[in-house]
């Protein structure tokens, strides 16, 4: 290995949390389906401003035995040719109205965007194939409004999935043909989904400067749920433009895609922490699990949420601990990967449990769900134990929180000293209710 490849892992290494979770993830990539790992989408921004990073991020897959398939943009360079050319170019619902001109303007900077990026793939040992024809079966969208603009009627993958088998790194250019051998033009994102639909691949990664989805305080909005959070999201005023039209794309083709495959979004120095870690780094997008909301432990499957509490926190429940416990609300994702338990003994409602299966961590499954109670209920508190490893997440996530004992009591919502303080103490008073519990795994 040499020193600059030895150098690429090593940066890439220091941002994820553990061996154990590159190994967790590796085993979920490498799957049969190791072939049709990741589709990702390259803007030409980041060709532009960051090829550095994305040319270390990209080797460190190859390092670790990934080959993803890479689509590339490249409108920030196709604007600055067609003003140095005085060609003129106007926009129509997102799309780049199309003259001869600017299709010839057009393909010859795809081309050597293609080659620049497969040139510094190859400079640092990573084998990359440039793929800027024979991909896209179109017709024309519009001709008369949008001009030399393709849709995409099939995708021929054959080739790609060849050099995939080989440890070649497709770089597929926005270029696609019709019947009649017409070169037309595409966008970048539409040609992103078209090749996944045919690929079908576990993950498409998006990306871009802002690294992803921002919400009303431009901060990222880490999971995104199909079921549980896109009808609230798409009503936003903060969520428009391009975002809101990559939110209806997603949305689209995460519903005719099998339901383990994922979109990020990320910029190119996280993609490592985005798929090796469960924190994640950027937007996780997939279409998520239903959630079932009860206020009667009879509307659920009891046996399946005591498995899955006692399986995450590897100790028993109480054995009367659904006969006794005061239920306010039981949130249960349908597949009975995630939970949260709401206790009705108090003004507050106390949030009893938050479980998360070891399959479902790193997939948004337990985010989308919490995003779902907190929304629902505007005040919340909670206790765990210091050491509970999940702290990290609470602290960030809860308004405020306190040391009592061996507890953090945390909570949401709440402002008034008083009403802090009753909680606090019911937090820390109340009885356990897992048996043989240590310190390491309490709630």
């Known amino acids: 290995m040499s020193s600059q490849v030895k150098d690429t892992v090593y940066k890439l290494l220091s941002v994820i949390d553990s061996e154990t979770q590159i190994r967790k993830y590796l085993k979920r990539f490498s799957s ?26 990209l080797s460190f897959l190859k390092q670790v035995g990934l080959t993803p398939i890479v689509v590339h943009g490249a409108g920030p360079q196709l604007n600055q040719y067609l003003k140095e050319h005085s060609i003129d170019s106007d926009f129509v619902d997102g799309h780049r109205v199309t003259s001869p001109k600017v299709l010839k303007a057009a393909r010859e900077v795809f081309i050597d965007e293609n080659h620049n990026l497969t040139s510094r793939l190859k400079e640092t040992g990573v084998d990359a194939t440039s793929f800027y024809s024979g991909v896209f079966n179109c017709e024309l969208q519009d001709e008369k409004q949008l001009g030399l603009v393709g849709s995409v009627t099939s995708v021929v993958v054959e080739q790609l999935l060849k050099a995939v088998g080989k440890g070649r790194v497709p770089v597929v250019s926005p270029l696609g043909e019709t019947e009649e051998g017409q070169i037309v033009n595409l966008n970048a994102d539409v040609a992103t ?34 079921v549980n959070n896109y009808s609230y999201l798409i009503k936003r005023s903060w969520v428009h433009s391009g975002m809101k039209l990559k939110l209806e794309m997603i949305k689209d083709i995460l519903e005719a895609l099998p339901a383990a495959t994922s979109v990020s979004i990320t910029k190119p120095q996280l993609l490592a922490k985005e798929l090796f870690t469960d924190k994640g780094s950027g937007t996780l997008v997939n279409m998520g699990e239903k959630a079932i909301v009860a206020d009667k432990w009879s509307l659920i499957d009891r046996d399946k949420l ?67 109670v907190v929304r629902n209920h505007k005040k919340l508190f ?55 519990e240590d310190a390491s795994n309490v709630n």
């Open 32 to 57: 049969e389906e190791g072939l049709k790992f990741a589709v990702i989408k390259v803007g030409g921004e980041i060709l532009k401003e960051e090829m550095d990073n994305l040319v270390t991020s």
């Open 193 to 226: 989904f078209s090749l996944a639909k045919t690929v079908q691949p576990y993950k498409i990664i998006f990306l871009t400067e802002t690294g992803g989805v921002l919400d009303q305080d431009n901060q990222v909005i880490p999971n995104i749920s199909i």
């Open 306 to 372: 005591r498995a899955l509490i006692e399986s995450s926190f590897g100790r028993s429940l109480v054995p009367n601990y659904f006969s006794d416990f005061n239920l306010h609300k039981v949130y249960v994702t349908e597949c009975y990967r995630a939970a949260i338990v709401l206790s009705g003994d108090d003004e507050v409602p106390y949030l009893d449990k938050f479980v998360v299966s070891q399959k479902a961590k790193g997939e948004g499954v337990g985010r989308a769900l919490w995003d779902k």
């Open 382 to 436: 909670w206790r765990a134990y210091i050491t509970n490893p999940i702290n990290k997440f609470y602290a960030v996530v809860a308004d405020g929180f306190i040391k009592s004992g061996h507890w953090n009591v945390y909570w949401t919502g709440l402002t008034d000293y008083d009403e802090i303080k009753s909680c606090v103490e019911a937090a820390s008073s109340r009885g356990k209710t897992l048996v043989e």
